[in-house]
């Protein structure tokens, strides 16, 4: 059984160009003009893309006394609705557990995905235990590291610890990422707010503003380059933290920014929202903020110092957001955005101008694949990748309701915004998923995908710190001690 695409443009990274795009089994196995299949798609008037890939996703996940509500079932199939044919989820071992016991654990709940999906690990506490762990993960093909330094007396790790662990993610050719908010500063806030009576949500954003997450960022970025290893910032909400960021590049640090969905699109303003519920169900961290921070994402992504769009989709249902009634410190942290991300990325960027549609294949796919260390076989549309597709259709129009939405959840954070730019179609690994809204993808389908170490930027970057390590200076004569 083969399917062809034809009558669409190509739309890549780099290139956009008419051709028929020929699958065969679960590979793309042709790209040229007039091509035939047993089935045909007709991608007239429409984009043929990489399908997106989503590198930060936290599908029931335990956190916050709770557990996020849409797992691997729910929130695959939200992806696929929105052209996203692939998830990076976190495994987060519980303080003192073994990283492959985690492992073990995220491998019984993913066997229900629709998509394909890979895992970052997560270092929530340090020693020997972890460290050796560290090689048999890579090992399993993730490559990826996660530290948080906020969510202090609970996921947080101290500088020491960020250092040991940095240090070891370099020799095992990973790379390192951060969740940048200075937790100790965000603990004290928040202890101040509450004893002065500022027990909302919009405390919540009090607790954790720009500052907090411009000192994290800075600081992440010294550890990794005393370290010697590839950073990655996720969820860079605000300029504090992107301007850490573009500093670092330019001063030809390999360091990388993640911006969300939601931060590009929503603003502070949420938290002031007299419904209490309203408030709440857009409390995570970091927080929203106002639109000068809003634009300085946006110019990253145009300009180059921002590099992936994600979601950190971490749906929690409006029973669960109640648990902070009368203290904003228990409402669990998280947002979903899965199902949203491309179409609001497309509508706010690709039609406004501020993205081409290049850049927003680069966002949405490229960049985190080669970033991870998957490409091409994920987010490139190339003879030999994965049929991993979205045939997108700039005209279609929808208004975001959670009424239709595939995510468990009561709500949606984007409720009521017109969207303009849909998959016509969805294929994940040469099965179609998604038809005109329709879904049809199946349980189970999606596959773990391994990842590589040691990628050229690791090996650049080796090389250079080899290159400039501290060496002894040899010299002809030694004084004698004197006294
Ligand atoms: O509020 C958030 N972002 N929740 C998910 C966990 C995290 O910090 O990424
Ligand atoms: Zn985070
Ligand atoms: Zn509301
Ligand atoms: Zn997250």
Not at 36 to 53: F, Q, R, S, W
Not at 70 to 93: C, I, K, N, Q
Not at 116 to 139: L, N, P, R
Not at 466 to 474: F, G, I, K, M, W
Request: aromatic content about 8%.
């Amino acid at each position: 059984m083969s399917i062809v695409i034809k009558n669409g443009t190509v739309v890549t990274a780099d290139l956009s160009y008419k051709a028929d795009v020929l699958i065969e089994g679960d590979k793309i196995v042709a790209i040229a003009e007039g091509l035939v299949g047993d089935e045909t798609l007709d991608a007239t008037g429409c984009m043929i893309m990489p399908g997106g890939i989503d590198p930060h996703t936290h599908l029931e996940m335990p956190f916050m006394g709770t557990y996020s509500a849409d797992d691997f079932e729910s929130g695959t199939r939200a992806a696929l609705a929105g052209g996203t044919t692939m998830v990076v989820d976190f495994a987060l071992p519980s303080p003192g557990q073994g990283l492959l016991d985690a492992l073990q654990m995220w491998d019984n709940k993913s066997g229900r995905a629709h998509c394909d999906y890979s895992y970052h690990m997560a270092i929530t506490w340090w020693g020997e235990q972890v460290f050796d762990e560290m090689e048999a993960v890579v090992k399993r093909g993730i490559t990826s590291f996660k530290h948080f330094m906020a969510y202090k007396g609970a996921l947080m790790v101290n500088d020491d610890e960020l250092f040991s662990s940095f240090r070891r993610v370099g020799d095992l050719g990973g790379i390192a990422l951060v969740h940048a908010e200075n937790g100790d500063v965000v603990a004290e806030l928040s202890a101040r707010l509450l004893a002065e009576g500022n027990t909302g949500p919009e405390a919540h954003a009090y607790s954790r503003p720009p500052q907090v997450e411009g000192e994290a960022t800075n600081r992440a970025i010294m550890v990794a380059d005393m370290a010697g290893v590839p950073l990655y910032v996720v969820h860079v909400s605000c300029e504090d933290s992107h301007e850490a960021i573009r500093r670092a590049r330019q001063q030809g640090k390999r360091v990388w920014g993640e911006p969300l969905i939601q931060h590009l699109t929503l603003d502070e303003g949420e938290y002031f929202n007299t419904d209490w519920d309203h408030a709440a169900r857009r409390v995570m961290s970091p927080p929203f903020r106002n639109k000068q921070h809003q634009d300085s994402l946006w110019a990253g992504l145009q300009s180059g110092s921002l590099s992936v769009v994600a979601t950190d989709h971490c749906a929690f249902t409006t029973e669960q957001k109640r648990y902070g009634v009368g203290d904003f410190t228990k409402i669990p942290n998280g947002t979903g955005g899965l199902e949203d991300r491309m179409p609001m990325l497309w509508t706010h960027g690709v039609n406004t101008g501020r993205l081409t549609p290049n850049e927003f294949v680069a966002a949405t796919s490229t960049n985190s694949a080669k970033i991870l260390g998957m490409y091409p076989r994920k987010g490139a549309v190339l003879v030999g990748s994965d049929a991993d597709l979205v045939v997108w259709d700039p005209e279609a129009e929808k208004t975001i309701s959670s009424q239709s939405q595939q995510s468990a959840i009561d709500y949606n954070v984007f409720e009521g915004q017109t969207v303009k730019g849909l998959p016509r179609y969805t294929l994940t690994r040469g099965v179609i998923a998604v038809t005109e809204g329709k879904i049809a993808s199946q349980e189970g389908h999606g596959q773990f995908i391994p990842r590589n170490a040691r990628g050229t930027v690791n090996r650049a970057l080796s090389q250079w710190k080899d290159l400039t390590a501290p060496r002894p200076v040899t010299r002809s004569g030694i004084p004698a001690s004197g006294v």
